[in-house]
């Protein structure tokens, strides 16, 4: 079984986030560029779990700028976070980062 979570921010960009991150967690971020989400910046920690940092505004079909989280317009980036039910140790790392909020849990 698998647990995501998302966090959001307006107070760093996705690669500021991914370095904060970078400096607090054993993990190297890849920037990464795609038609759906843009660039964002994906790490894999040795227990499987994947940590992806995103802007919420991703490219739409018509030109505009789409929210993935319309729920958080004032949100500008994701933090996505999908790791094995067991691996829940990061919680306490994230709440640390200040400007950083918890929006859901799939638990």
Wanted: hydrophobic share 40%; glycine share 4%.
């Amino acid at each position: 079984m698998t647990v995501t979570d998302t966090y959001g921010t307006s107070t760093y960009t996705a690669q500021q986030l991914a370095d904060v991150l970078a400096t607090r967690l054993p993990a190297t971020f890849a920037e990464r560029e795609s038609d759906y989400f843009g660039v964002y910046f994906l790490a894999t920690l040795p227990d499987t779990t994947r940590i992806k940092v995103q802007p919420n505004a991703v490219p739409g079909d018509d030109g505009e700028d789409d929210l993935l989280e319309d729920d958080y317009p004032d949100v500008s980036v994701l933090l996505i976070v999908t790791a094995p039910a067991q691996a829940q140790l990061l919680k306490t790392d994230l709440a640390a980062i200040d400007g950083l909020n918890q929006l859901r849990s799939s638990t």
